[in-house]
């Protein structure tokens, strides 16, 4: 092509039009690399709009997300970043004769943490119309701990799963109704199993993102993060019981007794430290609201990861239970990981007594009057309990919290493709 055709050619295209054309791949005198157009440039699909530099606020951009993504590579950067978390994850468990596996969505409970649920119905369950008042009540899980061990007690040993779940709650910079967590439970680990395998697991991702992906080292090292093993450990109650200046009576800490007392009893310690009071001001969550007043600050000030361990019964209901040294409650063989003041990890010793299991669930159900997020009572696992869940071990990471770390995100909207709920409903044209 001359230069008079070639111009004719490209006059009429604008900045984000996908062309086509045939020549000759060469390098100019600066050696950029060209095509020698031996035919006329074609029009495969215009841009009907300007492409934007950078978009100027957060609104725009999350109300935007395709043109977000288009403009900001540091956007499309991170996107790159969580898939490089979600193949190192399946790698791990895979290498380490983990089965994956994907268990339902939709159930008539949504059991498995303590959460309020999305609700939606079937119409098609029992022959009900669409216009039918008796359709079919189902509930999109918050969790899917109890399917996964329904499948260790039918005889698969490790099994893992990164899915959706779905809590309809608030919604901040690090919480989003739609999300990603990895789960997998083992038989026969222990806790010191899975603090081992956290560890290792942590510790592995870290080391081959800082080699592998720029976005992941520039961040890391950015905030001197650092995830050599062993990580440290805090004790949840003697912490919380240093924070106070008090030492927590058994009775409080009791989930088998009566809890009006222990209620009254935490109560006076909020009037006290003048904290506001948790809604409802059940024992297990007041226990969760000090923890954040008074263990919070530590964990948030550490540069590495913490195991925060021996939560008290009453906050952990799937939780296997042990006996407190010289003490008349128990404590959950269980642990939480945070960094930076961020939880990342909750792990326990699952349960594994089908009528300790259901007295937990009826502790719970208590609570259920006045918290509607509390553990629901799943008749169905419990039913299956009864055939034999072996000693297992399991684990759940939150996904988009680990890629917010790990990217320095300062929005679960920004490592989710499509954004949070806000720019999902109404996302502009």
């Not at 008079?4 to 390098?27: A, P």
């Not at 492409?51 to 977000?68: A, F, G």
């Not at 439970?185 to 222990?190: D, E, G, L, T």
Request: one cysteine or more; proline letters at 5%; hydrophobic letters at 40%.
């Amino acid at each position: 092509m001359d230069e008079e055709q070639f111009r004719k050619s490209w006059e009429w295209l604008r900045r984000g039009d996908f062309v086509s054309v045939t020549g000759t791949v060469s390098r100019t005198r600066t050696g950029e690399l060209s095509v020698r157009a031996t035919s006329e440039i074609k029009l495969l699909s215009p841009c009907l709009h300007p492409i934007p530099l950078s978009l100027s606020s957060d609104q725009t951009r999350s109300h935007n997300r395709t043109v977000d993504l288009l403009v900001n590579s540091a956007a499309r950067d991170i996107i790159r970043a969580r898939a490089f978390v979600l193949t190192y994850l399946r790698t791990f468990f895979s290498a380490r004769d983990f089965l994956e596996v994907q268990t339902p969505i939709l159930s008539d409970v949504a059991g498995g943490a303590a959460a309020r649920p999305f609700t939606t119905h079937a119409n098609v369950l029992g022959g009900a119309s669409e216009s039918s008042s008796a359709a079919t009540p189902l509930e999109l899980r918050i969790a899917p701990e109890l399917w996964l061990k329904r499948l260790i007690i039918s005889g698969f040993d490790r099994v893992f799963e990164i899915g959706q779940v779905f809590r309809n709650e608030g919604i901040d910079a690090t919480h989003n109704p739609e999300f990603t967590t990895c789960e997998f439970y083992q038989a026969f680990a222990s806790l010191d199993d899975l603090i081992s395998l956290t560890e290792g697991l942590l510790s592995g991702l870290v080391k081959s993102a800082i080699e592998k992906v720029p976005a992941i080292r520039a961040n890391l090292q950015a905030n001197d993060f650092r995830f050599d093993a062993p990580f440290a450990r805090v004790d949840f109650i003697s912490t919380l019981e240093r924070g106070l200046g008090v030492t927590i009576p058994d009775f409080v800490l009791n989930a088998s007794a009566d809890s009006e007392e222990a209620k009254q009893y935490l109560e006076r310690l909020f009037a006290t430290n003048r904290i506001p009071l948790p809604n409802p001001p059940t024992v297990a969550r007041m226990l969760d609201r000090l923890g954040d007043y008074f263990i919070g600050p530590i964990l948030s000030s550490a540069k590495t990861p913490v195991f925060l361990m021996n939560f008290p019964e009453v906050c952990s209901p799937l939780a296997k239970s042990a006996k407190a040294s010289g003490k008349d409650y128990m404590l959950a063989r269980r642990f939480e990981l945070y960094v930076a003041g961020k939880e990342l990890v909750n792990a326990y010793e699952e349960e594994n007594s089908p009528f300790a299991q259901r007295r937990k669930f009826e502790l719970q159900l208590r609570d259920r009057e006045v918290d509607a997020e509390a553990h629901s009572t799943d008749e169905g696992y419990l039913a299956s309990m009864e055939w034999g869940l072996p000693p297992t071990g399991g684990w759940g990471i939150g996904i988009d919290r680990l890629v917010m770390l790990l990217t320095g995100a300062e929005r679960i909207s920004d490592v989710l493709t499509f954004g949070g709920i806000k720019g999902v409903v109404g996302q502009e044209s």
